[in-house]
């Protein structure tokens, strides 16, 4: 079970449940290691940014309605008084790798190139 403790944001557009520091969180960063080790011997651009592990929350590029109000960053005073809240815990179950370029049509979410389910 991962902790989840916070929330946090990248550049005030994407809100996200911040992952509470412990060997679940160490665990998936070693794996986030291990893929782009994996992923540049293989000669595959991949994310340069460091890894975050994170829940998503809201994210206003996926809503055309904030978008249309010409909102581009969620006010900070929305969240900072949660900010360090312990907010509860969440059972990983599977990894998926995404394409950050495409979406599902359907969805509208990343396209899912990959599945990685837990026992």
């Known amino acids: 079970m991962a902790k989840i403790e916070g929330i946090g944001h990248f550049r005030d557009n994407v809100l996200f449940a911040k992952l509470c520091q412990d060997d679940h969180k160490s665990r998936l960063t070693d794996l986030a290691t291990r893929l782009r080790e994996e992923f540049e011997s293989l000669q595959v651009i991949g994310e340069t940014r460091p890894f975050t592990p994170h829940m998503t929350i809201a994210k206003i590029s996926q809503s055309k ?17 949660v ?33 990685f389910h837990f026992d």
Do not use: H
Not at 65 to 81: A, G, I, V
């Open 83 to 115: 900010e360090f809240d312990s907010i509860g815990v969440q059972k990983v179950e599977s990894i998926q790798l995404l394409s950050m370029q495409t979406t599902d049509p359907q969805s509208g979410y990343y396209e899912c190139l990959a599945e």
């Open 65 to 81: 309605k904030l978008r249309n109000m010409y909102l581009r960053t969620f006010p900070r005073e929305l969240w900072t008084d």
